[in-house]
């Protein structure tokens, strides 16, 4: 009876472990998928705050829909909270990507950023940024490796889309 009651205990855990997870990611993506909407390459109609509870609602129905679709495409909590993560890496090595970019393109946001870090240092934080995420990734990819091509077919639809957006905003 002692170990079924361990059992169970760790199995509560790694249910609120991984239900956790999935809330802090669907939280952080809608507020970028926010910004992106505000600041440029995603659809503005994102960008809609909620007038009684000042959130960006659209932008959090946008990712519980897509939440909501992982999660019934089958599997258990632990393996979609995987899948939820691998994501979030990918993403993360894209906007280790993105930062990079930041001195040389946003020079005035840079500079008077209240938080002053020397240009050095802060490429040795990106890289290692990026450097720590793909090996996640990696290691993620291969306790899921059949979220792989899922995975890989979104990115393309995702790119596909962007393109034919014609983004053009500067």
């Not at 890989?152 to 500067?170: N, T």
Request: hydrophobic share 55%; charged share 10%; with cysteine.
């Amino acid at each position: 009876l002692v170990i079924m009651g361990d059992l169970l205990s760790v199995s509560v855990g790694a249910l609120f472990a991984a239900a956790t997870s999935i809330n802090g990611i669907m939280l952080g993506m809608s507020r970028d998928l926010y910004k992106g909407a505000k600041t440029g390459p995603f659809p503005r109609f994102l960008a809609a705050i909620h007038p009684r509870f000042g959130t960006p609602s659209r932008a959090i129905m946008v990712v519980g829909a897509l939440s909501l679709a992982g999660a019934l495409a089958g599997g258990g909590v632990v393996q979609y909270a995987q899948i939820a993560v691998m994501g979030l890496m990918v993403v993360q090595v894209i906007t280790g990507f993105a930062l990079l970019k930041v001195p040389a393109k946003m020079t005035e946001a840079f500079q008077a950023s209240p938080f002053k870090l020397g240009i050095y240092p802060f490429r040795l934080i990106c890289i290692c940024y990026i450097v720590f995420s793909v090996a996640f990734l990696f290691v993620l990819a291969s306790e899921q490796p059949g979220a792989i091509l899922p995975g890989l077919v979104f990115m393309a639809l995702g790119f596909l889309a962007y393109a034919i957006s014609g983004y053009s905003r500067k």
